[in-house]
């Protein structure tokens, strides 16, 4: 989900974001989730997905499109 994250890091850039903002946008509590998918590290869950689509005006193909590995 590298791809995603790279998607999130710079959808957030283009609305002049901090970590800290987005997580208060999406109602989270902590940003080092998000840090942490940013990376690669973690997946995000589907209700991130949406939650994010909503929030950025996006569709879930933009931000998964290039994302379905089926050998994963």
Known sequence: ????GEKL????????MTLK???A???LSAHGYISEIESGKKRP???F???VARLFDVTTDVLL???LD???
């Open 1 to 4: 989900m590298r791809r995603f």
């Open 49 to 51: 997905v949406l939650s």
């Open 25 to 27: 946008a999406l109602g």
């Open 9 to 16: 890091r710079r959808l957030r850039a283009q609305h002049h």
């Open 65 to 67: 499109k290039d994302e």
């Open 21 to 23: 903002d987005l997580a």
């Open 70 to 72: 089926l050998h994963e």
């Open 45 to 47: 869950t589907v209700d």
